[in-house]
């Protein structure tokens, strides 16, 4: 098995064209998505960058994943949900940071 951890510079994930060539490129198994924009009260007022990156980026993975039959891992954190369920939670869970 290898790994291949890429920093932003070497992929924006916002950038739906180079998700796209990286995955046909790589080919992976597995991506793990552990890139967002963390910074919760700069993202109040700077909606528009953090929906690009913990948004389309996501989709954008979620997408090319899709195509090359990769499984995609997306990390999250509390301020998204409690932690409080038994069960994995969707895309479509209702928030309760």
Known sequence: MSVTALTHRELDITDEGAV?????????????????YTAVDRAESDVEVAARINTDGPRYLALAAARSGARLVHISTD???????????????????
């Open 20 to 36: 796209d060539v990286c995955v046909a490129r790589l080919s992976p198994d597995v991506i793990i998505n552990g890139a967002a």
């Open 79 to 97: 301020f998204v949900f409690d932690g409080a369920s038994s069960t994995p939670y969707r895309p479509d869970s209702p928030t309760n940071p």
